[in-house]
């Protein structure tokens, strides 16, 4: 699994956060890694706007989660996204949730979203505006850049 693209964001957990058992209620990570892709996106350029922007839409059509500790009221934390490339007409990544104050693993996890475009449509074939962010950002694909030049 190659992670060339990091972001990071930290998050403290607020009291409205916390269950009955006084730890982050296990929907609210699902929260806290969208706050993780828009740091990416804020980071690469690589989000829901900049998609739509160019006439897509890019839906979660997956996201898996793995609890490993927990948090509890006013832990601070960094979420750590790292992108990970695939052939197919998708966008992955995968979430390190590391508690600040001792660097325990809180949880980890991944998402896969899909392109469509406008009208719903599955795009099978990625977009030209995802290769060309993939040939400006990964160096995999900066052969492919040099070539489209000449």
Request: charged fraction near 25%.
């Amino acid at each position: 699994m190659d992670h060339v693209l990091t972001a990071e964001k930290e998050i403290e957990v607020r009291f409205n956060e916390v269950d009955l058992y006084n730890i982050v209620w296990h929907g609210n990570y699902v929260i806290y890694l969208e706050a993780g892709r828009q740091s990416f996106a804020n980071c690469f350029g690589l989000g829901a706007k900049e998609m739509l922007e160019q006439g897509y839409y890019v839906p979660i059509v997956n996201i898996d989660i793995q609890y490993k500790k927990p948090l509890v009221y006013n832990d601070v934390a960094t979420v750590f996204t790292r992108y990970r490339d695939c052939r197919e007409s998708q966008i992955l990544f995968d979430y390190e949730i590391i508690r600040k104050s001792d660097g325990a693993v809180i949880c980890t996890a991944s998402t896969r979203q899909v392109i469509v475009g406008l009208e719903w449509d599955l795009k099978v074939v990625p977009p030209p505006c995802l290769m060309e962010w993939k040939m400006k950002w990964l160096p995999q694909y900066q052969a492919l850049r040099k070539e489209k030049v000449n």
